[in-house]
């Protein structure tokens, strides 16, 4: 609560007396001065919504504060029902004009809908004009003077009237003071997303994912909307005063529409939500600016929300984000590289290596945020990279989606996310995506599906016939059939011994070789993968292909939890690969970092587990902890989430990898003095 304009109307209600505050803690009260001193407790979150939406009558929509009523009796109705705020056409409080119910943001639609059907009821005990139902930035007002008690959607406006006036046919023009969609923080857009997919999941009806998936097409136009809308001009995303539901629901599908014929590879189907439903999501984010919300808060609260969302069902297609960030600061890009992840979820690792980038943008031009030139150029170093170095492949058409809409909140490179198997043949992949090429990429950053069994007989010879590593894996210790000089046609190269030529195989092996096809000579890879791969006797030729083609960096063990509670509980290392150029020969004597992490931010049931000092904190402004783990310490900045200082509540900003920290220091001292030991 609190942000952006909210913020500005409620202290301006304090600083003019209107609003008083007293007290501590529990025990802290609310005054509303103008209503005869009226108190409430502070703590209660309903209270704090009513205290903005009361600020806001004041100075947004110009009514006297000694014309507003808190907690009026109702007539005609039980002891207990009360309307939160009434504002009157009369100096003596005898003409009720507008009736509003007040609910903590955050409510159901259930519960919404049920405190729609109180202010209404309300409204018309006391026969006024306008009934309001506000829960944060959810808000539904209707329009009596003309519309009969039971009527609940021919008489929408899309915002109270100023002053006694015409309610507007449009609430938010871009540019326009106090007319505009505001910037929100981390905490109010996490509210916003819970409430859309809670809209958009409908109980159950649909699958959190399939949700997930028409949430992604909305954010997609509501996106571009924001951008395109000119100046004073009215948002289309957004309800409109006297709109039907159904030519809300038209106007919003031709937005998608026209998205769809501009790029028909990122969306192909309909929108598959009915208009009741897609109302109700455009009340929870019309609001919001989405665009010009910064990224980190962006970043921040949909990582959240999608590491949240994935565990459970969809657990095996999230990587935990400690674990992302440590295999890209363990093998950093540059602007210049070719960056792929052919197993790519909801895009994890792509954005952690644009996040990496964007910290290396800021630090080539420090002055990019009061600087015009170099505000341009900080933009085009990371974008650029954003938008033509960044690709990736995903067998899930959804989970593609969803990939492809976190880019677009990132600020793009959504068009080179691909849905696609990524182990099909590779003249396939390329007619799909010509940058999808063998030696195409310096750096593939990936954690490939464990455990599925590809079969010759379900995907054709053709499939399994492109890897050699169908070769090296024998059936069990006892049934070995080494043949080097009569290797099956296609089998490992440079003296690694084989097996006779397999008809099934689990993908976490094909996905080995599948990266080093896509690595140029030279290229890098972190690769998460069963410890299988690395201890059992039956994979000892995969671990002979592996050391013929690559230069084993470092091996990094996490712990037997470090998926559990995203219901993947194998137990795994991060492999850190170097592709061998084409004449170069792998040295015995190689150095390996070997390293066991123990502790990784997060405990068996997900719970935190960073140790955490306080760096810096200035009481009502901005706190900095480092957290402490074993792969790397976090500094973590957070920012004051209520206008009110007493509540001593803090949310994250954003958080950074500090250099040189955990294991990531060890491997760099490991890099200038490489001998083999194990950490």
Not at 18 to 37: C, F, M, P, S, W
Not at 549 to 568: C, G, R
């Amino acid at each position: 609560m609190f942000q952006g304009t909210d913020v500005k109307y409620f202290d301006h209600a304090v600083t003019d007396g209107h609003i008083k505050l007293q007290g501590d803690g529990r025990t802290e009260r609310i005054i509303y001065v103008a209503d005869n001193n009226h108190t409430e407790r502070w703590s209660d979150p309903e209270e704090k919504v009513r205290a903005a939406f009361y600020a806001e009558l004041i100075y947004r929509y110009g009514y006297s504060a000694a014309r507003i009523g808190v907690e009026i009796t109702v007539p005609r109705r039980t002891p207990s029902d009360r309307a939160d705020l009434v504002v009157y056409a009369d100096d003596d409080r005898k003409d009720p004009f507008i009736v509003i119910e007040c609910k903590r943001d955050g409510v159901s639609d259930a519960e919404f809908n049920q405190a729609i059907e109180q202010s209404c009821g309300n409204r018309a005990s006391l026969s006024a004009k306008y009934a309001a139902t506000v829960a944060g930035a959810t808000r539904r007002f209707l329009d009596f003077r003309n519309a009969p008690n039971l009527e609940r959607e021919t008489n929408i406006v899309s915002d109270l009237p100023v002053s006694y006036g015409e309610p507007p046919k449009w609430r938010f023009y871009k540019g326009q003071l106090n007319s505009d969609i505001h910037i929100v923080s981390r905490d109010d857009l996490r509210t916003a997303i819970r409430k859309c997919h809670q809209t958009l999941w409908e109980g159950g009806r649909r699958s959190p994912i399939t949700a997930f998936g028409e949430f992604s097409k909305i954010i997609f136009i509501k996106i571009r909307d924001e951008i395109e809308t000119e100046e004073d001009a009215p948002y289309t995303f957004q309800r409109k005063t006297k709109e039907l539901s159904e030519e809300l629901g038209k106007r919003i599908r031709a937005l998608y529409g026209k998205e769809q014929k501009r790029e028909p590879d990122v969306f192909p189907e309909l929108l598959a939500v009915d208009d009741i439903i897609l109302g109700t999501v455009v009340d929870h984010l019309e609001s919001i600016n989405l665009n010009q919300t910064d990224l980190d808060t962006k970043g921040v609260a949909f990582e959240e929300f999608l590491g949240g969302f994935f565990k459970g069902d969809f657990g095996q297609y999230f990587t935990p984000r400690e674990l992302v960030a440590f295999a890209v600061h363990m093998l950093p890009p540059s602007a210049d590289d070719l960056v792929l992840d052919p197993a790519c979820g909801s895009g994890g690792f792509l954005l952690h290596a644009l996040d990496y980038i964007r910290g290396v943008a800021s630090q080539r031009y420090p002055r990019y945020e009061t600087d015009a030139h170099q505000a341009t150029s900080h933009y085009k170093y990371w974008h650029d990279f954003a938008e033509k170095h960044l690709f990736g492949i995903e067998i899930n058409e959804e989970l593609a989606r969803v990939a492809k809409m976190n880019m677009i909140i990132h600020d793009d490179g959504h068009t080179n996310i691909v849905g696609e198997d990524a182990l099909r043949l590779m003249t396939e992949l390329n007619r799909k995506k010509p940058a999808l090429q063998e030696r195409g990429f310096d750096l593939v950053l990936t954690n490939p599906p464990f455990g599925a069994v590809i079969k010759k007989e379900e995907k054709g010879e053709s499939y399994l016939a492109q890897y050699e590593l169908r070769s090296a894996v024998s059936k069990s210790t006892t049934e070995r059939d080494i043949a080097e000089t009569d290797m099956a046609e296609g089998s490992a190269k440079r003296g690694a011994k084989v097996v006779k030529a397999r008809t099934s195989v689990k993908t976490e092996i094909l996905f080995l070789e599948r990266v080093f096809q896509f690595l140029k000579p030279d290229g890098r890879a972190a690769i998460i993968v069963p410890d299988g791969i690395l201890t059992n006797s039956s994979l000892q030729g995969v671990r002979n292909w592996l050391m013929s083609h690559y230069q084993i960096l470092a091996v990094v063990s996490v712990p037997q939890f470090a998926f559990a509670h995203y219901d993947a509980g194998v137990k795994a290392s991060i492999l850190f690969l170097r592709r061998y150029q084409d004449n170069e020969t792998p040295s015995d004597d190689e150095a390996i970092f070997m390293a066991q992490a123990e502790n990784i931010g997060y405990d068996a049931t997900g719970r935190d587990t960073f140790q955490k000092t306080l760096e810096t904190e200035t009481l009502g402004e901005k706190r900095i902890e480092i957290w402490h783990c074993d792969l790397f310490d976090y500094r973590v900045i957070f920012e004051w989430s209520t206008a009110d200082p007493k509540d001593h509540r803090w949310s994250e900003r954003g958080r950074t990898v500090i250099a040189n920290s955990g294991l990531l220091g060890q491997y760099n001292e490991f890099q200038r003095n490489p001998d083999p030991f194990f950490v």
